[in-house]
Structure formats: C-alpha cells, structure tokens
C-alpha cells in the first residue's frame, strides 16, 4: 500500500474485520433485541474505530460513528429499544463506514463520500418517540424490506442496474476514479476502462456484496428526512462499495493473522526436514543413480528454500516496535523540558517476531535512558556549545548472522572517573581493583546490579533497576550488550541480536568421542597446537593451565576435566577454542573441532536442564543427538571469580581498543635488539607463521608461498636495522592485503595488542619510523607501513593488479 | 493424550503395557505409552543423574531416555543385550526408558491387586505402587511418573 502509512493500513485491516463481524452483529441482534452482551460488543466496535478515525483526523467518519454511538449507548443503556428502523440506519452506518474506509484505502482521504444523510437518518431514528417500533408508518413500510430475505433479492437487480449507469456515466467522478485505479491494480480488471470496469463492478455486486447496496438505497429513499443528495447518493455508494469488494482484497485480504504457534509448528518442522534432508543428501551423494541424486539436488534446493520462507514468516522489521518510539521521545522530552530529534536509520531491518518482543522493553529503557541522562537540557547544551536540540539516533542493521542495534546520543556522555567513584562508593568494588580498570572497562559498570548513575531520581529513570535488567534481558535471548561513551560527546548503547533462537550457527566440536555444540556467538578463535609446539606454549600458573595468546594468558579449560571425561586425543595436539562470556574470555580445551553448521535448538527435558553445563541438544547432520554446551555456565563453573577479574581488566584494554574507532588500536611487536614497534591493527590483515625453509628467493627479495600466491616479505630488523636472530625456525609474519595485493612482514615476536591513544608521543625518528610512543610502559617506535610495503613490494601501491587471492580471512585478529 | 494420572490410587483396573525387567514383569498404563522403539544410538550426557542412559533422536525430537534397571537399583543390563526403548509421553512431554522387553497388554482388575509388601525396600518401593495377582506370576505397577522423573 504505498502512500498509506502502517497505521492506517492497520486501521483498515481490523476495521473490515470489526465490519464483518458489526454485520452479522447486527442482524443477530435483530432476532434477539434484548441482547446486552451484542450491543456492547457493536458499541465497541463502533466506538473504537470512531476513536481511531478521530486521531487519524478523519472527520466524517467520526462524524458517522460519532452519532451511531450515541444510538448504540443509549440502545445499551436501554433508553432506546431496537425497532427495525434503529437496525436499518446502524446497518446504513456500517455500509457508510465501509464506504469511508474504502475511499480511504483507495486515495488516502475520505473522497467524496457523503455522510450528513446517514447522521440525518440516525439523529432522526433516535428522536423516534422510544417503545413504539410500528408506530410510525415509514420505518414500518421499510422494515420488511431490510430484514426480509426475498425483499433482499428482489432488490439486487436495481442495485446492479444503478452501478452500471453510473459506472459508465461517471467515469471522472472522484468516487469512481478511485475503484479503478484500485482494481486495475489489483489485476482483477484488464483496463481501467469505464464500461469493462462497470462489467467487473457488476459482476462483484451480485455475486459477493448482494445486499450492502440494498439499505441505504431504499433507505435513503423511504426516510421522511429530506435528503439533499438523495439521486446522486446512491450511485456514488453504490459503485464504492462495489470496488470496495476489490480494494478491500488488497488489504484485508491480502494478510492474514496467523496463530504465532502455529508458525512455531511449522518452524519446528522446517527444522525437522533440513535436518532429514542432510540425512537424505549425504547418503545420495554415495549412489550412482542420477535420478535420485537429481531428485535429492530439488529436495535440498526446495527444503532450503522453505526453511527461509518459514524463517521469513515470523520476520518483522523492527519498525515495530520503534514506532512507538517518537511518542515517547516526545512525551520525555516535554516533561523534561528538553528538545530531542529522533532519528531512524534501517528501520526495515527484520527479526524474528519473539526476539522483537524480547527487545521491546529493553530497547524502550535504553531510549528513556538517553533521553534522561544522557541528553543535556537546553541550557547545558549552549553552554557546551552544542545546538539545543539533542539528537538521538536508532540505527539498526544486519551484520554477520546478527542484528545489531544502537541506541545513540550526542548527550554529555558518561565519564568513567565518575562512574568508577559511584561504583567504589556504592561498595561494588574496591578502589585498587577500580585503577586496574581501563576506562572502557569502567563503563561496562552500568551494567552492575543496583547502579544508577542519575544525580537525581527522575520518574523516569534513575531508580538503579534498569541497565542490569537490560543487560539480563539481552543475554537471555543470546544477545550481548555493550555501551561506549565519550564524555561530552555522547554514548552509544549497542546491542547484539542473534536473527533468530530456532536455528543457531554453532561449532561442533569433539570431547571424549562426542560431539558438543558451541554457539557462535561466544566463540572468538580457534588456536590449533602441535605437540611440539603444546608442550611449550601450554604453562601453567600455580597448576592453572594457560595460553600466551599474542603475549597475554589466555586461562584454559578442559571439557574432559568439566565434563568428568578422559580425553582420547593422546597424541598431544591441543586445540583451543577461544570463548568469551561476560567480559571473561578462556580457551576450551577440546579434542578436535568438527565443523561449523547450523543446528537446531531442541529443549532438554528437566533432568539436564538441572545439570546447568547445556542449553539444550541439537540433531547433527548425520541423526546423532549432541548436546549444546552453555558457556555462560561453563565459565562460570570453571573460573574463579578472582583469575575472571584480572581477566577482564586485560580484556578492557583490548575491548577499549575494539570500541573506541576514534582511537587506534596498535599491534606490538619485538624486532630483536630490544626494539619493539608498534603497527596500526587496521594495516594488519593476518598474522602467521612461516617456516624459515619455507623462505624463497626472487632475485634479492625473498618470498614464500602463501595460500596459492607470491608473498613478498620484509624483514623489519633489516629494514629497520636491528639485529635480530637470524637462524629461528619459525618466522612471526604480519599479513597485510591491500587490493588483491599482499605482503608478509617478519618480525620477532608478535607481543599484544594496544590502545594508541594512552600513548606519550615523541618525533625522535628515524629511517623507516614515524616516530615513538610509550606503549605498555615502554618506549615503542611507530613503523612507517607504507615504507616497510615498499621496501617489500615496490609495487605494492601503483599497481591495482591482484597477485594473490583475495578475501583473504582474518579470522585470526581479535576484534 | 496424557490421562490424568490416577497412579496414585492403589488400585486401578483397566489396561496394563507390560515388559520384562532383570525377570520380573512390570505394567504401565496404556494410555501412557506413545510407542515402543528397537535400540537407539543413545548420547551420553555427561554429569547427568546416573539413571539418564543419554539422548536418544525420536524423528528429529530429543528425547530423555532413563535406564530403568539404575532406578530400580537392579543390576545392569548384561552385556551384548540391547535395551528396547518405551516411549512415554508425560505432561505433554517426551521421555523415553529403557526395559529388557516388551511383553504384551493385559488387562487388570482391581480385585487382583495387592500393596507392595513391607520388604520391600529403596528405590524400588517409591516406584512399585503393587502388584496384580495374575495366573502363576505378578504384575509389577511401576509409577512411571516417579520412575520417570530421575
């Protein structure tokens, strides 16, 4: 329906449905005057759409149902007892009602529909002396002819005849105008000719609305009221009503409501066939019948296609639930008497219909939030020297399998000294424990139980529930939350949204000869250890097993151990999957890692539900049932609080430097000499190793060969000077890719990873550097990237030709 | 589907699934059991109650299976003989246990029924409501909701 916005649309859809159901209402009512529990039932039904019709500004409609009301409620009241002529002009009104509605479907207005002879009609029944249904002689003639079936009948020829002249005649008459537009739409006429159209008209009069045209004709006719339009009226309703059977198809016809459990239903079997289908498809692929391969080729390719159809059917755009929104942006901000612009942008971003209601409330809050704490008054903001008006932004979007959505504000932001000296002060952590917190760390407080960070407590917000019922909320539906702030300029709040709960991108992976599912979500990388290579890289801190991932100690579990298990890998490899789970992170030791595939999420029963290590079970490609793991639960059965907390403090730095884009994130790395440098991450597409045997010569460059293509490589303690260890085994390589064009750059030892802003800068430069920072308490040259490139790759930057497979994954970079 | 469960009353007529367990005969009502299944590839759930012999994949469903020789405390099932499966469906829901047989359907009269002697001791007495007298040997009531609900 373009041109219509939602609201109307969904306006029109509940009240040809409510009109539907008036009808038959109506005539019950007929048989059975006396009946209350009816005429409540019309009276709302009446009423609402009066309601509506007001707020939508759609004056004559209210004007009908304005009128129709009062008859109903004093009906209901017993004021006024039904005679037929009462039932005659309610059923006027609801043809009236119909007609107004389909004009506004058709052009968005009331059109030229006229509505003073239906109000003269009711006002005129209602001022009808009360208990005297046949007094009168006029309502006593019509009556019959309303309420008696073969008066109905008799009267479809003239109602028919009536369309088709006007059809014809009328052609550009607004009324008529529009039924055409509308039906030639809706395909149902070849041309929007006048006479076809009348035909089409015709056709529908008598067979789907037969007696809709019949009231208000002899009606109208028949009343003693004057009635100014009497010979123009019923044409004009008349051909209508006639399309309204079309345009009403467009919209109330063209949706139905669907029982949401029934789409579960369907969900779950979807579900059921991929799953079958896997099963069908892996054991055709071992059979030599072409038919049946064939066959199997249609079944993979139909039941995909089912499964996103299904998936989509319970899709909303999450327009849903933000158009409440500017209302209460708008309320909020009177009350608070702050000036707030809402913005939207991807509003036609979908998901899944449950998560959408799971994100109402909190995403409401959030908004509330900004729009108390985070947008300054008026006055503030002249100060700060921003406009008065504060903007808030929603943006919505799909990003790898997820729905993210944020809630911004260019409000003063949230400052973490303040933050960090609420939460020691609150006693929810110890001032030593808050300076070994990074700032972006800090933040992430607002999320404690009982912390608020309002100086005064609103009705709004500022009560200390709220952002840990957000954040628990988020998590239950597997999202995660996060927030940013940068005082003065403004916080964004973003959360994370799996599309959907039914089917969830997992890693299978292999424990004791069973197979585990992890979801995605929390999974960060996977690091593979040779045996050789485990035996050292594997410490141990006090008998706690660790990790150095890229310079820092990555705490490890092992399923086996959770699980009361014994491994069956005794060749000694170790394979790590690095999870993350409420700001912890840790490496899972598991035996092997199957594959990635998207599982279906099956409940346990209660038994297991109690053993709290699985959030469910999953049906794997090949039928076997495997159980998946919750790691939530698993990090929080295996690590103490106390290794968590230091964990999480490294793992702000990390994260600041994720989340600050403003901020440049840096990777150190030791040259040799004692020389550490410092590379921007965004020039960092891989990291790798090489083994030095590996290393070819092209002329007096060296190269290896890398995924199928020429790496050139730069060695940084040549380039640089520095006197490094020339005979190691394994070279540390940087990868950078650049359109299609890829370098390697060797360097000691790869040693973590930084937040360049925290960093003192000195121009003390040289040859190939850009200068030097302090970083990690240490003085750090910048490397000058492009001219190590170059030093690697004179061409790297001239030539756009790709050399090397592009899309070259990064998989191994923490983001 | 699920009837209300009248397994609490001691004695009930009415019609009885049956199965073999460690020798003795043991009966169900009917109306209980959804279907009864050959050996299944069960999955092993870690940490679970001893009693849960794993997962098993009823058509795409997960369903609970619970070794009912480790609720009644009998021994367990000798080696090399496979367990059939009793599918029973529970408050709308699926749960599976494993018997050594499955025997026929029988029909019981109150009459015939008798409580659990007093020797009867652990585990086993919570689950037996009784036994029917029948000719030459007993039918065992197995509470399925309590035997069910490891």
Redesign the interface.
Known sequence: MDGLDDIVEEFLVESHENLDQLDSDLVALEQDPNSRERLSSIFRTIHTIKGTSGFLAFNRLEEVTHVGENMLSRLRDGELALTPTRTSVLLQMVDTVRSLLTSIEASGGEGSVDVSAVVAAISAAMEDTPAAPVAEPAPAAQAPAAAKAPAKRAAKAPAAATAKAPAKAAAAKAPAKAPAKRASRAKAAPAPVAEELSDVLQDELQTDLPAEPLTPAPTVEEHPVPEPAATDHPEAEATTDAAGGQARRAVADSTIRVDVDLLDELMLLVGELVLTRNQIVQNVARQTDTDLIRASQRLNLIASELQEGVMKTRMQPIDHIWSKLPRVVRDLGLALKKSIRLEMEGRETELDKTLLEAVKDPLTHLVRNSVDHGIETPEDRKKAGKPTEGVLTLRARHESGQVVVEVADDGAGIDPAKLGAKAVQRGLLTADALSRMSPADILQLIFLPGFSTAAAVTNVSGRGVGMDVVKTNIESIGGTIEVESDPGVGTVCRLRIPLTLAIVPALTVECASDRYAIPQISLQELVSLDAEKAANAVEEVGGAPVYRLRGELLPLVRLTDVLGLTSERHDGHVVIAVLRSEGRRFGLVVDRVINTEEIVVKAVGGQLKQIGLYSGATVLGDGTVALILDVQALARRALRTETADRQEARAGVLQAAAVETDRQRMLLAAIGGGRRVAIPLDTVTRLEQVRTESVEKVGNREVVQYRGAILPMVRLDRHLGAYGESDREVLEVIVYADHGRSVAIVVEEILDIVDGEAAVRSDIDDMGLLGSAVLGDKVTELLDVRAAILAADPAFYSSPTPTTPSGVPTALLEV | MTAPTRALAPATSGQLATFRLDGDLYGIEVEHVQEVLRSQ?L???????TA?A????L??????AIELRERLGRPARPEGTDPVVIVVRLHG?A?SMLVDSIADVVDVDASDFEAPPDTLEGQARELIRGAYKLDGKLLLALDVQKAL??
Do not use: D, K
Request: aromatic residues 0%; charged residues 15%; hydrophobic residues 45%.
């Open positions: 590839q999955t092993r759930v870690p940490l679970a109650p849960v794993g997962l098993i994949n058509r795409g469903q997960v369903v609970t829901e749960v609900s490891a």
